[in-house]
Nanobody, 121 residues
Framework: QVQLVESGGGLVQAGGSLRLSCAAS????????MGWYRQAPGKQRELVADITSGGSTNYADSVKGRFTISRDNAKKTVYLQMNSLKPEDTAVYYCNARLRPQWNSREYDYWGQGAQVTVSS
C-alpha cells in the first residue's frame, strides 16, 4: 500500500517559524505533484502550496513570501517551511501527493493524517 506520514507542526507564537515534513512510502511507481492543504475550524480545506516533480511551485496568495515548499524526490518527501506565522495560519495541515502506485497505471490522490499548527497572538 501507500502511506503519507507527516511530522512537525505544533504551537508557536505569532512571528515564529515551523517546518512540516511529509514522507511517502510503499508501493509507489512515480510521484507527480506534492502539496500542502489546510483546514481551519468551520472552513473548507484550501491549497497552501504545491510543487511538481520538476520543482515548479504554486502558492496561495495568503502565504506568498512567508512559506516555502520544497521536495526531495529521492526521499519521496515534501517540506513546508513556514515563517512569519500569523494567528490566521492556525489550521490542520494535510500533505497531499498525486502518485501512480505500482499496481495501477492511473494516478491517485493520497493524503497524510494531518498536523495541527496553532499560532498564538
Amino acid at each position: 500500500q501507500v502511506q503519507l506520514v507527516e511530522s512537525g507542526g505544533g504551537l508557536v507564537q505569532a512571528g515564529g517559524s515551523l517546518r512540516l515534513s511529509c514522507a511517502a512510502s510503499g508501493r509507489i511507481f512515480s510521484i507527480n505533484t506534492m502539496g500542502w492543504y489546510r483546514q481551519a475550524p468551520g472552513k473548507q480545506r484550501e491549497l497552501v502550496a504545491d510543487i511538481t516533480s520538476g520543482g515548479s511551485t504554486n502558492y496561495a496568495d495568503s502565504v506568498k513570501g512567508r512559506f516555502t515548499i520544497s521536495r526531495d524526490n529521492a526521499k519521496k518527501t515534501v517540506y513546508l517551511q513556514m515563517n512569519s506565522l500569523k494567528p490566521e495560519d492556525t489550521a490542520v495541515y494535510y500533505c497531499n501527493a498525486r502518485l501512480r502506485p505500482q499496481w495501477n497505471s492511473r494516478e491517485y490522490d493520497y493524503w497524510g493524517q494531518g498536523a495541527q499548527v496553532t499560532v498564538s497572538s
